[in-house]
């Protein structure tokens, strides 16, 4: 028999009506309290960590769940974690640069309409990442209207529907229907020693181009940031006309600032090689994010910089694939 833990953080799964609209207000025993019809094939236990709505997440509270996983490790079999949805993604890519080589599996869940109510897609959500909790699976995942993603590989795409979330530039790990989980792709990981690093650096901005951006914009950025995301057009294009965006990013890089290029584009990645816009970037100095997600770029680089503030020890790490968040295509 599975023993698992049941981390709360709050979320709509958890929320109530109040006067001023939806909040978390359900604690852990309560929420596993709405599926206690499941067979007993598994025993759980809960801690309530936070009751927060998942658009007040900070990175800190990332800490506090990858410390409580670290902390009761060795006496589970299995985590399930639930969270609001608005920044989940966000949440299961931390948690994986984190707690990286589990052998157990660490499932994020929630829900688009609150376990309180009468209809509700909270109950089976639950359900499922409790069957997935109890496979013979390592890592971080998000289960989600029956469907298993790779915890660097989820993004929120809807705001309303119960499928709001899809698997970008990877496969599906495993589709669940009731009591069974057909698997997509199974992982397999090399055997390594679970290990625990929760040393971020939150001076990262993300910044999306636009026609019109200022390039003077960047000239402030050096003083408050160690990192920044840009999300660029199309292939992963630097304008270097009119408005000289690349420029300045070069003035960012010349005073140890840590640049990555992604793409606004959600599948496919980038890939500076091919046109002019992209050829002019020196990608000896800036980061080639590949086909990782914005959600993962964004805690992978606090991750990195937490553990180094060395612009090519930097590199190295977020070029490197970790939880499967970047595929190597065939060159």
Not at 261 to 270: D, K, N, V
Request: net charge negative; glycine share 6%; proline share 4%.
């Amino acid at each position: 028999m599975k023993k698992l833990l049941l981390l709360t953080t709050g979320g709509t799964i958890a929320s109530v009506e109040g006067e001023n609209g939806l909040a978390p207000a359900v604690d852990a025993n309560e929420l596993l309290s709405y599926v206690s019809d499941l067979d007993n094939e598994y025993t759980m236990e809960t801690i309530s960590l936070m009751n927060l709505d998942s658009t007040n997440m900070q990175p800190e509270d990332w800490v506090t769940m990858a410390e409580a996983v670290r902390d009761h490790y060795h006496a589970y079999d299995g985590f399930v974690i639930t969270h609001g949805t608005d920044t989940m993604a966000y949440t299961a890519a931390a948690l994986s640069y984190m707690l990286q080589n589990s052998s157990k599996p660490i499932v994020i869940t929630g829900s688009q309409i609150p376990i309180t109510f009468q209809k509700t897609d909270a109950k089976k959500n639950i359900k499922d990442a409790i069957r997935f909790a109890c496979e013979e699976v390592g890592g971080v995942y998000v289960v989600f209207d029956g469907r298993v993603i790779q915890g660097t590989r989820a993004i929120k795409l809807r705001t309303k529907s119960y499928d709001a979330f899809e698997s970008i530039n990877y496969p599906y790990i495993a589709f669940i229907h009731d009591d069974t989980i057909e698997y997509n792709k199974k992982t397999h990981g090399e055997n390594l020693p679970f290990s625990v690093d929760t040393s971020l650096c939150t001076d990262v901005l993300l910044l999306r181009l636009y026609p019109g951006l200022k390039p003077e914009m960047l000239d402030a950025l050096a003083s408050m940031y160690k990192g920044v995301v840009i999300e660029s057009y199309g292939s992963g294009g630097i304008p270097f006309e009119e408005r000289d965006l690349l420029q300045k990013i070069n003035e960012l890089v010349e005073k140890g600032i840590v640049v990555v290029i992604t793409t606004q584009c959600l599948e496919e990645g980038e890939d500076m090689s091919i046109y002019e816009v992209g050829r002019r970037i020196d990608q000896e100095l800036v980061i080639r994010s590949s086909n990782m997600n914005t959600e993962a770029i964004v805690p992978k680089l606090m991750w990195a910089l937490g553990r180094s503030t060395d612009p090519k020890e930097v590199k190295g790490m977020m070029e490197t694939p970790i939880a499967e968040d970047i595929t190597i295509w065939p060159s």
